[in-house]
């Protein structure tokens, strides 16, 4: 059963563990390789051919530790939620984002509740980017990241952003959401996920905004329930949310602290005695009573309840009671309505004694197992613009690559410039979903999604052969006068992401571009 940790800021959970029988029996075959390669060293000096046979023992001991610690990539995460209560982006948002953390982010998840959605500003959001999308695209895409998907339902909205280095191994993405306010017919309460394979992993984020008030905890806990079974994806290894091997599940959960009076709550958090206060948490109460919950995880909440604020202002809610047409008001009580959770996908094999096993029969560790460690969780109390701060966490996930290697090498030939005719190549690498609905885009250096393109070209209309090099022109009508650094990438129709991207470029300014300036001033 998961459980708030009481010390230590980072919060581990993994999908591999050692395994007793597994374990003990991969360590026992060290052991003798060891025993035996002594045996070798003693008779080192009576036997000549034994310098060979403890050669051999080294390769095989080595190999075998392989094994037992396979190589794996390490991964930095970045989640935000952020009820925003209809509000505008505020300009800035570096101190959100972090930007200068070290190591850099490779995955930024924001998850946003209450974006403004009235029904005209809903239809011009779905014909452009809305500004919260537009805010965090103007500060990460020069920095490198590229927004891969986002998907919203009325106020709920969900980004994700990558490095740019890490496109072509972010596939198979799919969204979808589920309505639950108002009889499950209207979309103010409910959730959004995408969820996508990152180097071969499956990963999903789930971004919900539950039912409110204090007497709802165990609606809320249906409500999620229901999200989980009812949300379900065009992937035949991974229909439902709970069949990925990490779902991160965040958003405004709404769940509040019951019994204790105001002056208690305030008491505790103005001494930041956040302890006493966990244990009449609804969240942490139900994880404790809910088996499905139990497989949850989350860090230690070490930070201000991020509910419920003066806007511009670090003071919990100060408004007065007041009677209007026999409506009283009160003053909302502090509450951690914010939340970030995880779930690794538990162990499914077991040993004779029970225990959970992810090895292979021959003892090799399971290639698919991830590792989950919290690096911290906090809210950042700077912005105001809404009755919620945004509640932040980091993590490092810790994985073995299923493949390091684009599934469509491509790249600019020879020189480009406006004043002629250019040339692109593409090569398949890999065996995957080609369709002719296929493109390869131009982009600046620094483009922020993947329609972000000055220009692109369609594949063949045959479908190339493995390591079959193709070659496509490009019309010099299409390539940009000013030129400047570029890149190129392949976006494949069928899993919705760029598969393939070449080195950057440079494409030499055009003798015409002179011209055309000088027709502008005139």
């Given at each position: 059963?998961?459980?708030?940790?009481?010390?230590?800021?980072?919060?581990?959970?993994?999908?591999?563990?050692?395994?007793?029988?597994?374990?003990?029996?991969?360590?026992?075959?060290?052991?003798?390789?060891?025993?035996?390669?002594?045996?070798?060293?003693?008779?080192?000096?009576?036997?000549?051919?034994?310098?060979?046979?403890?050669?051999?023992?080294?390769?095989?001991?080595?190999?075998?530790?392989?094994?037992?610690?396979?190589?794996?990539?390490?991964?930095?995460?970045?989640?935000?939620?952020?009820?925003?209560?209809?509000?505008?982006?505020?300009?800035?948002?570096?101190?959100?984002?972090?930007?200068?953390?070290?190591?850099?982010?490779?995955?930024?998840?924001?998850?946003?509740?209450?974006?403004?959605a009235t029904p005209l500003r809903f239809i011009s959001d779905l014909l452009a980017e809305d500004s919260w999308s537009h805010v965090f695209m103007n500060t990460l895409g020069p920095r490198g990241y590229v927004k891969v998907i986002s998907v919203r339902m009325q106020g709920l909205l969900l980004l994700l952003f990558a490095k740019q280095v890490h496109l072509p191994f972010i596939r198979d993405i799919k969204t979808t959401y589920t309505r639950t306010g108002i009889f499950g017919y209207w979309g103010n309460k409910g959730a959004v996920s995408v969820r996508f394979s990152f180097y071969g992993q499956m990963v999903c984020f789930l971004n919900c905004h539950l039912a409110a008030h204090m007497k709802y905890a165990l609606y809320r806990v249906d409500e999620f329930e229901y999200i989980l079974e009812t949300q379900e994806f065009d992937m035949y290894n991974t229909p439902c949310v709970l069949d990925h091997k990490v779902v991160f599940w965040f958003g405004d959960l709404n769940f509040r602290i019951e019994d204790y009076g105001m002056h208690f709550l305030r008491s505790s958090i103005n001494s930041e005695r956040f302890h006493l206060l966990w244990s009449k948490d609804q969240l942490i109460m139900m994880r404790k009573k809910e088996r499905f919950l139990q497989e949850f995880e989350e860090g230690p909440l070490r930070f201000k309840p991020s509910y419920k604020f003066d806007r511009n202002s670090d003071t919990y809610d100060s408004s007065t009671p007041r009677t209007w047409l026999g409506f009283t008001g009160k003053k909302r009580k502090p509450a951690w309505t914010d939340r970030i959770l995880w779930r690794i996908q538990p162990r499914t094999a077991s040993d004779d004694d029970g225990s959970a096993s992810t090895c292979t029969d021959d003892g090799q560790e399971d290639p698919s197992a991830i590792q989950v460690i919290q690096d911290s969780y906090t809210c950042d109390p700077s912005y105001g613009v809404s009755d919620h701060k945004p509640v932040l966490a980091t993590f490092s996930m810790e994985l073995r690559k299923c493949s390091d290697m684009q599934p469509v090498d491509v790249s600019p030939e020879g020189v480009w410039s406006a004043d002629e005719n250019a040339a692109l190549s593409y090569t398949i690498q890999e065996d995957f979903m080609y369709s002719t609905w296929d493109w390869i885009g131009l982009y600046k250096v620094g483009f922020k999604c993947a329609s972000n393109y000055e220009a692109f070209v369609w594949v063949t209309q045959d479908l190339p052969e493995t390591n079959q090099l193709i070659q496509i022109s490009v019309g010099k009508d299409r390539i940009p006068l000013r030129g400047g650094q570029y890149i190129l990438g392949y976006y494949s129709h069928n899993m919705q992401s760029i598969v393939g991207l070449s080195a950057n470029f440079q494409i030499l300014e055009s003798k015409r571009a002179g011209h055309v300036n000088g027709l502008k001033n005139k």
């Open positions: 059963m998961s459980c708030i940790l009481e010390d230590g800021p980072r919060v581990r959970s993994e999908s591999q563990s050692s395994s007793v029988s597994q374990g003990s029996r991969s360590k026992l075959l060290l052991r003798q390789q060891l025993a035996q390669l002594l045996t070798c060293v003693e008779d080192l000096s009576s036997d000549d051919d034994a310098g060979d046979e403890v050669s051999r023992t080294l390769d095989e001991a080595f190999n075998l530790c392989g094994r037992i610690h396979p190589e794996e990539d390490t991964f930095r995460l970045q989640m935000v939620t952020w009820n925003v209560a209809t509000a505008e982006p505020p300009l800035d948002v570096t101190s959100l984002l972090q930007l200068d953390a070290q190591p850099p982010t490779d995955i930024y998840a924001i998850g946003l509740q209450e974006v403004k």
